[in-house]
């Protein structure tokens, strides 16, 4: 399984429209392979967004980057985005609401 860590920061002032965008598109991600999808804020911070994702793997990810509506949402967000972002790609190897997987070394 594969996971994907990012942060990226809003504009002032447009960080929940960016966290809304975020948020309307995550009812079509378990059909393309995505497990988890949240994404957070720090109330300290009114201007990064934190996402967390789960998928079988990172061909499902990257493949859901290309969905029409994924490309949409990308295209409506960037504009309130300062171009900062952050991100980790991990081997997901089990935890709560995760299905257990194989230790990393042996995928």
Request: hydrophobic share 40%.
């Amino acid at each position: 399984m594969y996971g994907y860590l990012g942060s990226m920061k809003a504009k002032s002032g447009h960080r929940d429209e960016v966290v809304a965008i975020l948020v309307s598109g995550a009812d079509g991600l378990r059909a393309a392979g995505c497990h988890l999808y949240v994404v957070g804020v720090s109330e300290s911070d009114d201007q990064t967004i934190h996402v967390s994702e789960v998928w079988d793997s990172k061909a499902h990810h990257d493949a859901s980057l290309q969905l029409p509506e994924t490309r949409a949402a990308i295209a409506k967000a960037m504009p309130m985005l300062t171009g900062e972002f952050n991100s980790h790609e991990l081997a997901i190897v089990g935890g709560l609401g995760v299905p257990s997987t194989s230790s990393p070394s042996e995928n």
